[in-house]
Nanobody, 124 residues
Framework: QVQLVESGGRLVQAGGSLRLSCAAS????????MGWFRQAPGMEREFVTA????????DYAESVRGRFTISRDNYREMVYLQMSSLKAEDTAVYYC?????????????????WGRGTQVTVSS
């Protein structure tokens, strides 16, 4: 059973930076595609970014492209989300997700494993 544990969420000022981390266990990490999703109050969970295991391909939501960067450390079995130029609208609970599919996918339903989330609050 894959377990995902996010960390790093906190209150940050608009324009600031933050790095989220997700520790994975319970599966061969090099065969997991990893994604980040977020959910603001009253909103549906939305895709942020993902990185595939097959060739390291990445995908980003347009709203974060150029500001957020996903990376993975296969040795430490970690995935990171580096966020910069944060905006108030980035405020949400951020979830780490994983699946055995080889390439990134934007659909939450296509991820079999989820963490509990970490709160990011951006003050304007």
């Amino acid at each position: 059973q894959v377990q995902l544990v996010e960390s790093g969420g906190r209150l940050v000022q608009a324009g600031g930076s933050l790095r989220l981390s997700c520790a994975a266990s319970g599966h061969t990490f090099t065969r997991l595609t990893m994604g980040w999703f977020r959910q603001a109050p009253g909103m549906e969970r939305e895709f942020v970014t993902a990185i595939g295991w097959a060739n390291g391909a990445t995908d980003y939501a347009e709203s974060v492209r150029g500001r957020f960067t996903i990376s993975r450390d296969n040795y430490r079995e970690m995935v990171y989300l580096q966020m910069s130029s944060l905006k108030a609208e980035d405020t949400a609970v951020y979830y780490c997700a994983a699946d055995t599919a080889p390439t990134p996918d934007r659909g939450p339903a296509n991820y079999a494993y989820w963490g509990r989330g970490t709160q990011v609050t951006v003050s304007s």
